[in-house]
């Protein structure tokens, strides 16, 4: 299955709370990670804009830092990351993402289920 990149439904949206608004691309919905996931999608977090704490019951998120330098709070823990870094945060974990810089963020999200 190819998903040509004009079809990929997008939108903004306030994440969790988080300050600003996010510019997310659906890379896919759930029929399309065929009962394994929730999300994958391709997020652009703006200088100053944030997704909000939360946590994660059932399911893992990832993140793939693909440009820009965030603040990633893992599970109250603030860690920078880079291009090329991963996020994890498993069952019962709690994060948040921070652009405290002056480029856009953009990364990769993925949410699987158990």
Do not use: W
């Not at 394994?36 to 704490?53: A, E, L, R």
């Not at 993140?63 to 823990?77: H, K």
């Amino acid at each position: 299955m190819v998903t040509r990149s004009d079809h990929c439904p997008r939108r903004t949206a306030r994440i969790q709370g988080g300050e600003g608004i996010v510019h997310i691309k659906d890379l896919t919905d759930r029929e399309g990670l065929y009962g394994h996931g929730k999300m994958f999608s391709h997020i652009v977090v703006n200088p100053g804009c944030s997704i909000g704490y939360h946590d994660h019951q059932h399911e893992t998120e990832f993140y793939y830092i693909l440009r820009g330098e965030a603040v990633f709070n893992d599970d109250g823990t603030e860690v920078p990351v880079h291009p090329g870094d991963i996020c994890a945060t498993g069952f019962g974990q709690h994060h948040a993402l921070e652009n405290r810089g002056k480029e856009p963020v953009e990364l990769i999200a993925l949410i699987v289920t158990e």
